[in-house]
């Protein structure tokens, strides 16, 4: 660019007749000096000086400057930034001023602006660059790709269109306004403004959410086992103004088909679920469909999909007790005839002299060490205590360990023998999920039988469920043969979830908890506050007792083989993790000898659906029981592989988890004009309807030329020139002492 030259002085009226009158003044004195010295030369230079002086002094009080104008000789920039993101797949913009057929997504509406053929009337003038703006942004850190945003961010491209584009004159901007990353918009806009840079709006999308039925979620674990049904959640968000009932369709990937009538509730979300059982070992993808509506808009989203791992199953459970009373006997057989359970057993006899039983399911001592205890996914301990010839003190150190840092299972099913109050002072009264009394150490027992009742948690527990649905597994419980002893529990701990309490006895504390559960460490309590369960064989044989105790077993192991190897196990925690929500990981690695490994290297390399991946480092937590912790956060919904390896073993154990939920951006969301709006009042720009968009064309042809960039350099306050006028100062001074005059 070639600039502009020029000086200019702030002239003004008065300034210029008195710098005239001072000026001719001056020079009338200095003639009269002159004089007066008979025109001596010397004298007649000095008197010049004098007046050269004021000159100079005169021109700095009218304030010149040194003005340079640079214009740029290229043409001026156009940005047209296109939202790209995903809720610009919504089908929500009418064409023919009708409010209620759609012909076009929000991202089909802005095409015209997509086209270089439709600026061509500009390009004579300024230079077009349509460029989108994407709603996923990658970094990478080290080793890891790291999904930075998954959302839509209106500040980012605002913010950094000066330094992307040279000569930037205007900005066009098209978006449904709906953002969710990055800072706000009008900050941003703020900046252009301070820069002249006007921005140009086209809002796009429906500011009211249209009549839709979405499926929000379809949560189906991560793995199941074959022969035994599944549950699977779902939720469905409706924005039509009445109730309707609809039939929902889960298919699976190998073809099989189930159905279940919904009543969808209206303006809001309505959560069900489906049970299925899987009858083949493999991976499969279920499918869920709600069929779509007369007045719904959206049908892209009522249908979703998520993969279950169906496999094999094989616990190992140990069952520990002091005598074979009846609520040994019938949970021994309810174990061992279940396929899927491999169940040892330990009587300690006391009295007799000796442990053990009479077939292959007894042990004759308990496990030795960590290797041998380690083995099993849920332990029951019975009418059992401190004692010689029972437990001992390493034994519950060990137990809770198993527990804390292997994510096994813990039964307590104390006896009227009241052995289980010894455990209380060691490691293992801190599981208990209820406070004993100690004053009462055999329980209470009555003639008449005593019954259940489910608490508010009960009622939507897994554990509790004996029937299909809510109503008929209440009316179940209420029906149970009772119990004529409860073991002497006082109350809940706190952090403990109580499912039943008993139907009529209450102390201070409120009714007396009969079943509790906890979380310890890694793995899950379940305190059994009576000895009664296996009456309900009456009149329906195993039905109920059976699945009774199926489900505490599974529900117990279930995280702990979550993913499991010969010698390394992992789980995570939540089981069903939620997008941006951060997951706990824990992995036990053992040696080759079995024995866990006591420190290692231990890493997960997590590959999410997108292809991102992710290396995660794990530290050890136990160095004891071989266990390593870490955490992740998705960012991305959907199923995560993960290989973990160990360095000093060389093993490695391939897994996944799915992860529920929806992105930030979705489609069916409502725009957002008025963030548009604002954008363009703050920049003082212009919002243009996307059924008018040749208007873009004229507001930008209208605008003036871009403003050259001047450079302005003030001498009246210029270093430089006050050092001339120092310097004509002391030569005026000196030359009036060579003179004679001072």
């Known amino acids: 660019m070639t600039p502009v030259r020029s000086l200019t002085f702030l002239w003004v009226p008065w300034s210029i007749v008195l710098s005239i009158v001072i000026v001719a003044v001056t020079a009338g004195l200095c003639f009269v000096a002159w004089r007066r010295s008979s025109y001596r030369w010397d004298f007649g230079l000095l008197e010049l000086l004098r007046l050269a002086l004021v000159i100079f002094g005169v021109l700095l009080f009218n304030q010149p400057e040194w003005v340079e104008e640079y214009r740029p000789e290229e043409k001026p920039t156009i940005a047209v930034l296109w939202d790209d993101s995903a809720s610009m ?350 004053a009462q150490p055999g329980g209470w027992g009555s003639r008449t039988a005593s019954h259940f009742e489910l608490t508010e948690l009960g009622r939507r527990s897994l554990l509790t469920k004996l029937a299909d649905t809510q109503e008929d597994n209440i009316e179940v419980w209420e029906g149970l043969p009772g119990f004529q002893w409860y073991a002497p529990a006082v109350r809940a701990k706190a952090g403990c979830e109580v499912l039943c309490v008993h139907k009529d006895v209450s102390n201070e504390f409120g009714r007396l908890p009969l079943l509790a559960t906890r979380t310890f460490g890694a793995g899950k309590v379940l305190f059994m506050g009576t000895d009664g369960a296996w009456r309900w064989r009456k009149g329906v044989e195993d039905k109920y007792h059976y699945r009774f105790w199926g489900q505490v077993v599974r529900w117990m192991a279930y995280q702990r083989n979550m993913a499991k190897g010969e010698t390394m196990r992992m789980y995570y925690s939540p089981e069903q993790p939620q997008v941006r929500q951060t997951i706990a990981l824990n992995a036990n690695v053992m040696e080759r000898s079995g024995e866990p490994l006591p420190k290692g290297d231990v890493t997960a390399r997590i590959v999410a659906p997108s292809g991102k991946s992710e290396t995660v480092r794990f530290n050890s937590s136990g160095d004891e029981w071989g266990e390593f912790s870490s955490h992740f956060t998705p960012q991305e919904p959907g199923r995560h592989e993960v290989t973990l390896a160990c360095k000093q073993t060389a093993a490695t154990l391939q897994a996944s988890f799915f992860v529920q939920g929806v992105p930030i951006e979705r489609i069916g969301r409502a725009a957002r004009p008025e963030v548009m709006d604002e954008i363009a009042r703050v920049t003082k720009g212009q919002v243009i309807a996307v059924d008018r968009l040749e208007h873009v064309l004229q507001s930008l042809s209208a605008l003036p030329e871009p403003p050259a960039s001047v450079r302005r350099v003030q001498l009246w306050c210029h270093p430089i020139v006050a050092s001339i006028l120092v310097i004509m100062l002391a030569v005026f001074w000196i030359g009036r002492k060579v003179v004679g005059l001072i």
């Open 89 to 438: 797949g919504t089908r929500d913009v009418a064409g023919g001023g009708s409010a209620t057929t759609t012909v076009s997504t929000r991202r089909e509406s802005i095409s015209p602006l997509l086209d270089s053929a439709f600026w061509k009337s500009l390009q004579e003038r300024m230079s077009i660059v349509i460029q989108p703006f994407s709603s996923l942004e990658t970094a990478t850190e080290g080793d890891k790709d790291l999904t930075k945003a998954q959302g839509s961010n209106l500040y980012e491209p605002l913010a950094t269109a000066p330094q992307r584009f040279k000569n930037l004159r205007a900005v066009v901007l098209a978006s449904d306004g709906d953002w969710n990353e990055g800072g706000a918009p009008v900050v941003a806009a703020s900046a252009l403004r301070l820069k002249d840079i006007p921005v140009f709006t086209v809002p796009v999308g429906s500011s009211s959410r249209l009549p839709d039925v979405e499926l929000l979620s379809l949560d189906a674990p991560t793995f199941g086992i074959s022969g035994k049904s599944v549950r699977i959640p779902f939720t469905i968000e409706s924005t039509l103004p009445r109730e309707y009932l609809t039939t929902v369709t889960l298919k699976t990937s190998d073809g099989e088909e189930l159905t279940k009538e919904v009543r969808v509730a209206p303006m809001g979300r309505t959560s069900e679920w489906l049970l299925w059982k899987p009858k083949a070992v493999g991976d499969y993808t279920l499918t869920l469909d709600v069929p779509r509506q007369s007045e719904e808009l959206l049908a892209d989203n009522n249908k979703l999909s998520a993969p279950i791992a169906i496999r094999e199953e094989k616990l190992r459970v140990l069952v520990v007790e002091s005598v074979p009373r009846w609520e040994y006997r019938y949970l021994r057989n309810a174990l061992s005839r279940d396929p899927g359970v491999e169940v040892s057993c330990l009587l300690f006899h006391p009295g007799l002299g000796k442990s053990g039983g009479g077939n292959k399911d007894y042990i004759k001592q308990f496990p030795q060490g960590r290797e041998e205890l380690s083995k099993y996914d849920v332990v029951f301990l019975g009418d059992v205590g401190l004692d010689d010839g029972q437990l001992t003190v390493e034994d519950c150190r060990l137990l809770k360990g198993l527990v804390e840092h292997q994510a096994s299972g813990l039964v307590f099913m104390p006896g009227w023998q009241g052995r289980q109050l010894s455990l209380v002072e060691t490691e293992l009264g801190d599981l208990c999920p209820v406070v004993m009394d100690a």
